[in-house]
């Protein structure tokens, strides 16, 4: 055979191996388009959800008195110490009264003398009145004994007086509780000299507590009275405290453009102490029985829309969209949302109840991808 009989025939079979391969399929290529997707998904769910706003601040308690002795005398007895509860009137200390009790007896006994001079002066009065009428004796006569008998009963009224004012000071000696609490200072002790301008006890309500806190300007509109708040505190990391906005300053502090506003929190069981640093979640609004889903579920696409006119005439346009699962399918499903509260989203418009959403993986999907489902997954 010649050289050139050769190079043909090299050629024609060469050219027939092309075509016998290419009219067979890819196996590589065919083997890649038919994998499915590994994915977990989890159910479309109805419930409630919050919008909140967080914010910082300190517990104080909702009132504080220093309660002061109104006699200057020895203390002789302490009958609270600091971390007592109280009830209101409940007696804290006593201060010497011995001598309070003696003037007591001299008042007690000032104000008899004076009934009983004021008894027989109106038996006198009573007797020189028949006379009178019976013009037995002169007017100036009845007069005088009539001047006697007023001097008598004022007499009475000046010793009620007197005796009133020493059993105020009686009571005063003992120091007692203005309102119920718990006693956050003792400053003075057994022995000490009470002065009506040294506070003897501090005490303070701690139920409710209040928590004050910083609104900025952008947020005024949306934080209101009677709001219910979610309080947190490092101490009990475990619990949520209930509270509610109780009061809202008036006015904007000029420095920081913020209003005070404060939050009272019932507190029963004085677990939330004056000093502690809070967590405040105040409710702005809540929706029930809504569609929700995990928000790292979501996923977005972002494109400029041309509004027509000049070339810079345009918008951003943020789309977000979901994977919902049908049998081995995962479809493209744009929706709107609503609420946001940490993990958790409201759907509005895209989307039905216990449809099936892709939770994980996918961030790996086309439309019309192939899946496997390899775990399902609570929505919460």
Known sequence: MSKRSICIWMVITLQLMGLITCGKPNKATDSTTSLAMPIEVAPVERGSIE????????????????????VPTRIINMKVDVGDVVKKNQILAIVDNEKIKQAVIQAEAGLEAARAQYKNIEAEWARTQKLFEANAISKSQFDALNAQREAARSSVKQAEAGLATMHNQMSDSYITAPISGVVASRLLEEGDQAAPAIPVFSIVKMNPVKIQIEIVENQIGLVKVGQKAHIKVESYPAEQFEGKISKLNPTLNPITRTIGAEVLVENSEYKLKPGMFARVEIIIDKHEDVLIIPKYAILENTRLEYLGGEITNSRVVVEKFVFIRQDTIALKRYIRTGIENGNRIEITEGLDDNEEIVIVG???????????????????
């Open 362 to 380: 996918q961030h790996n999907l086309d439309d019309s991808s192939r899946v496997e489902i390899i775990a399902k997954r609570s929505a919460s």
């Open 51 to 70: 919008s909140k706003l967080d914010f910082l601040g300190n517990i104080m308690a909702s009132q504080e008195v220093k309660v002061y002795s109104t």
